[in-house]
């Protein structure tokens, strides 16, 4: 369970991913660019690798 710190930290975790890694841009480069690497796409979005994890989820989340 998320307390308040914990949710903040979550937001701002999101918020800079938004920033540096816009979604159509991050889209461009695991679709059309064919980058699956998540070491490779931290080093090109600035972003940690659990950054990109949480970002591909929400992207693509798994269907049940």
């Known amino acids: ?6 949710l903040l930290e979550r937001e701002a975790d999101i918020f800079a991913a938004e920033l ?3 979604t ?3 889209r461009e480069l695991v679709e059309a660019r ?3 690497d998540i ?3 931290s080093d090109i979005c600035g972003v940690s690798k659990e950054m990109i994890k ?3 989820r929400e992207i693509y989340p ?3």
Do not use: E, Q, S, T
């Open 1 to 6: 369970m998320y307390n308040g710190r914990d």
């Open 20 to 22: 540096l890694a816009p």
């Open 24 to 26: 159509d841009y991050f």
């Open 34 to 36: 064919g980058i699956r």
């Open 39 to 41: 070491d490779a796409l």
């Open 54 to 56: 949480i970002k591909i």
């Open 62 to 64: 798994k269907k049940p």
